[in-house]
C-alpha cells in the first residue's frame, strides 16, 4: 500500500492545490494532505482544513491534517532551501512515519524527499496548468476569482447589504452598483414571497429568510467576488418584530450566509411614494426605527446613505471602492 502526502500553507485554497491533490490520488492508495500553519498567519486552520475538505468530500482515501506551528521555534515551510527544507522533513517523519511518496509542486520537494528518504514526484512546478499562487489571490482576489475552487469562494466573497425601510431605492441602487461594479447581486425574496406589506403570515418570514440565505450562497459562487445584497436577515426579524411583536428564531447557518463585508443604510429621507403595497409613510418611518433597533442589536455598524438619488449612488461607490481597495480585510473567526 502505498501512503503519499503533500504539504502547504493553502493560504487560501486554489485550484493549483486541487490540481496537485487530485494528481497525488492518482499515486498512491492513501493520501494525506497536511495543512501547516503558523501562529502569525490571517485565516485560522479550520478554514484552511475545511475548503479542502470540502473540494475531497467525495473522496474516500485521504484525510486533511492541520499541523499548527510558532514562527519563532520553526521556519516558514514555503522557504526553499536545504537547511529549512531538512528540518521540516524531521518533522514530517514523526507525523507521516510509514509514508513513502511526497508529491509537491515546489522545488523544495525534492530536498524534503531526500532528507525523509522517501520518493519525490513533482507537479506542475512551472505553474503553467494553473498560473496562479495564494500570494496572488491574497492581494488581487478578483483578479484570481477564477482560480477559486467553490469550496472556498463563499469565505473570500466581498458582500455588501443594501439596507433600508421601505420606499428609500435599496433595490433601484442594488441594480445600479450591480451594473457599475459589473458584479454579482440578490435581490430580496420578501418581494417574491410577500407581495404586500399589509398581508403576511409570521411563517412567511421563515419562508423569506431561508430563501434569501439560499440566493446569497448561490450568488456567492458566480463570476465576482463582489456581491451587493438587496436587504438581509436583519430586515426579515425587524419585520418580525414590528408586525408581530416576537422574534424571528434563525438558524446558525441563515445567520452566517447573511454576513457581510459592509452594511450601507439608506436614510429615509426622499420622498415617499405609495404603490398600493406598502406601509403608510408613518408606518414606513416607524419601521425604519425598528430596523436601526435590530441592527443597534445584533451589534452591526452601518454606513449611513443620505440625498438625492445620485448622491446615495456616489457615495454607496465610494464607500465599496474602500472595501475593494483593502480586498475586504476579513476578519476571521
Same mark, same amino acid.
Given at each position: 500500500?502505498?501512503?503519499?502526502?503533500?504539504?502547504?500553507?493553502?493560504?487560501?485554497?486554489?485550484?493549483?492545490?486541487?490540481?496537485?491533490?487530485?494528481?497525488?490520488?492518482?499515486?498512491?492508495?492513501?493520501?494525506?494532505?497536511?495543512?501547516?500553519?503558523?501562529?502569525?498567519?490571517?485565516?485560522?486552520?479550520?478554514?484552511?482544513?475545511?475548503?479542502?475538505?470540502?473540494?475531497?468530500?467525495?473522496?474516500?482515501?485521504?484525510?486533511?491534517?492541520?499541523?499548527?506551528?510558532?514562527?519563532?521555534?520553526?521556519?516558514?515551510?514555503?522557504?526553499?532551501?536545504?537547511?529549512?527544507?531538512?528540518?521540516?522533513?524531521?518533522?514530517?517523519?514523526?507525523?507521516?512515519?510509514?509514508?513513502?511518496?511526497?508529491?509537491?509542486?515546489?522545488?523544495?520537494?525534492?530536498?524534503?524527499?531526500?532528507?525523509?528518504?522517501?520518493?519525490?514526484?513533482?507537479?506542475?512546478?512551472?505553474?503553467?496548468?494553473?498560473?496562479?499562487?495564494? =500570494?496572488?489571490?491574497?492581494?488581487?482576489? &478578483? #483578479?484570481?476569482? $477564477?482560480? +477559486?475552487?467553490? @469550496?472556498?469562494?463563499?469565505?473570500? !466573497?466581498?458582500?455588501?447589504?443594501?439596507?433600508?425601510?421601505?420606499?428609500?431605492?435599496?433595490?433601484?441602487?442594488?441594480?445600479?452598483?450591480?451594473?457599475?461594479?459589473?458584479?454579482?447581486?440578490?435581490?430580496?425574496?420578501?418581494?417574491?414571497?410577500?407581495?404586500?406589506?399589509?398581508?403576511?403570515?409570521?411563517?412567511?418570514?421563515?419562508?423569506?429568510?431561508?430563501?434569501?440565505?439560499?440566493?446569497?450562497?448561490?450568488?456567492?459562487?458566480?463570476?465576482?467576488?463582489?456581491?451587493?445584497?438587496?436587504?438581509?436577515?436583519? =430586515?426579515?426579524?425587524?419585520?418580525?418584530? &414590528? #408586525?408581530?411583536? $416576537?422574534? +424571528?428564531?434563525? @438558524?446558525?447557518?441563515?445567520?452566517? !450566509?447573511?454576513?457581510?463585508?459592509?452594511?450601507?443604510?439608506?436614510?429615509?429621507?426622499?420622498?415617499?411614494?405609495?404603490?398600493?403595497?406598502?406601509?403608510?409613510?408613518?408606518?414606513?418611518?416607524?419601521?425604519?426605527?425598528?430596523?436601526?433597533?435590530?441592527?443597534?442589536?445584533?451589534?452591526?455598524?452601518?454606513?449611513?446613505?443620505?440625498?438625492?438619488?445620485?448622491?446615495?449612488?456616489?457615495?454607496?461607490?465610494?464607500?465599496?471602492?474602500?472595501?475593494?481597495?483593502?480586498?475586504?480585510?476579513?476578519?476571521?473567526?
Amino acid at each position: 500500500m502505498t501512503k503519499a502526502f503533500v504539504f502547504g500553507k493553502f493560504l487560501p485554497f486554489h485550484k493549483g492545490h486541487e490540481a496537485m491533490i487530485n494528481f497525488a490520488l492518482s499515486k498512491c492508495d492513501f493520501l494525506t494532505v497536511l495543512v501547516c500553519c503558523s501562529d502569525k498567519e490571517s485565516i485560522p486552520d479550520k478554514f484552511r482544513k475545511a475548503w479542502i475538505e470540502k473540494a475531497f468530500e467525495k473522496q474516500k482515501n485521504i484525510e486533511i491534517r492541520t499541523f499548527n506551528y510558532l514562527e519563532s521555534e520553526l521556519p516558514n515551510t514555503s522557504e526553499s532551501s536545504k537547511e529549512v527544507s531538512e528540518i521540516w522533513a524531521d518533522i514530517f517523519k514523526k507525523q507521516l512515519p510509514d509514508y513513502s511518496l511526497l508529491i509537491t509542486s515546489e522545488k523544495y520537494g525534492n530536498f524534503v524527499a531526500t532528507f525523509m528518504n522517501i520518493q519525490h514526484i513533482a507537479f506542475d512546478i512551472q505553474k503553467k496548468k494553473f498560473p496562479v499562487s495564494a =500570494t496572488a489571490v491574497r492581494n488581487d482576489v &478578483f #483578479t484570481n476569482w $477564477k482560480y +477559486l475552487p467553490d @469550496s472556498v469562494k463563499p469565505d473570500l !466573497s466581498l458582500k455588501v447589504v443594501i439596507l433600508g425601510t421601505e420606499c428609500t431605492g435599496k433595490t433601484t441602487l442594488t441594480e445600479k452598483l450591480t451594473k457599475h461594479f459589473n458584479c454579482s447581486f440578490v435581490l430580496e425574496a420578501g418581494r417574491d414571497i410577500i407581495a404586500n406589506s399589509n398581508y403576511f403570515s409570521f411563517d412567511d418570514l421563515h419562508l423569506v429568510a431561508t430563501e434569501h440565505a439560499k440566493r446569497i450562497d448561490k450568488t456567492t459562487l458566480a463570476n465576482s467576488p463582489l456581491v451587493i445584497i438587496d436587504t438581509d436577515i436583519h =430586515t426579515t426579524k425587524s419585520y418580525s418584530r &414590528f #408586525t408581530f411583536k $416576537k422574534e +424571528l428564531e434563525i @438558524s446558525a447557518y441563515i445567520y452566517n !450566509s447573511n454576513k457581510a463585508n459592509l452594511y450601507l443604510y439608506l436614510n429615509n429621507d426622499v420622498e415617499y411614494l405609495q404603490d398600493g403595497t406598502r406601509f403608510s409613510e408613518e408606518e414606513r418611518n416607524l419601521l425604519d426605527l425598528s430596523h436601526r433597533q435590530v441592527l443597534t442589536d445584533h451589534n452591526i455598524n452601518i454606513i449611513e446613505i443620505k440625498g438625492d438619488w445620485d448622491e446615495r449612488f456616489e457615495k454607496a461607490v465610494e464607500q465599496i471602492n474602500k472595501l475593494i481597495a483593502t480586498n475586504g480585510q476579513k476578519h476571521w473567526a
